[in-house]
């Protein structure tokens, strides 16, 4: 054989390569016979397989349904709760299942202004929360103190006390807003982040 010249390259066979070394399982459980199949125990169609790591498919399912904690601190929580109902409707997007608990949530949605006297109760929430958990802080006041800017009693920024993820801008920002921000943390989320 010539050094430029390739070693031809066998083509997949279907059946023997595909099917015949799919693990013995169906959609219906692990092992269960399948009379229909040609193959017993085995679905025969195409699109059955996903190759992927333990780590990107829990990713991926934490990314799919974060669970926020049900509070608000001013007249932003009035655009978030707008968010939530039938209109913007959150539960698109598996995010509706506002929580009572800290320890039943893993996304904290800080809406509206964070006063001096209420930082510590904010950062005993979120150190309630199981970890992983993340942070979105919605409007100004939340972000950088916002209308509240040098003021003697609010925070200059959630992210002072705890770690932001997303940012979400505007005095109020409007529920769509929000739920851009949802989409980003979903997809910082699914990156591992
Ligand atoms: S950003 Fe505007 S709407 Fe939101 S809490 Fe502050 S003042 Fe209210």
């Not at 199981?130 to 200059?156: H, R």
Request: glycine share 8%; aromatic share 6%.
């Amino acid at each position: 054989m010539a050094i430029d010249e390739k070693t031809p390259v066998r083509p997949i066979d279907f059946e023997e390569d595909v099917i015949q070394r799919r693990p013995l399982t169906t959609q219906t459980g692990l092992g269960a016979p399948d009379a229909i199949s040609a193959t017993p125990g085995v679905l025969a169609n195409d699109d059955n397989i996903v190759f992927t790591t333990v780590n990107n498919l829990v990713n991926w399912a934490r990314s799919r349904s974060p669970w926020p904690l049900g509070y608000g601190l001013a007249c932003c929580a009035i655009e978030m709760i707008s968010a939530s109902m039938a209109h913007h409707d959150t539960a698109r997007f598996g995010m509706e299942v506002f929580r009572s608990s800290p320890r039943q949530a893993d996304v904290m949605i800080v809406a509206g202004t964070v006063t001096h006297k209420m930082a510590p109760r904010l950062r005993r929430l979120y150190e309630q929360m199981p970890e992983p958990k993340w942070v979105i802080a919605m409007g100004n006041c939340a972000s950088s103190g916002g209308e509240f800017w040098d003021s003697y009693s609010t925070l200059q920024g959630v992210d002072t006390i705890v770690p932001v993820d997303v940012y979400v801008p505007g005095c109020p920002p409007r529920p769509e807003a929000l739920l851009e921000g949802l989409l980003r943390l979903r997809e910082k989320i699914a990156k591992g982040g």
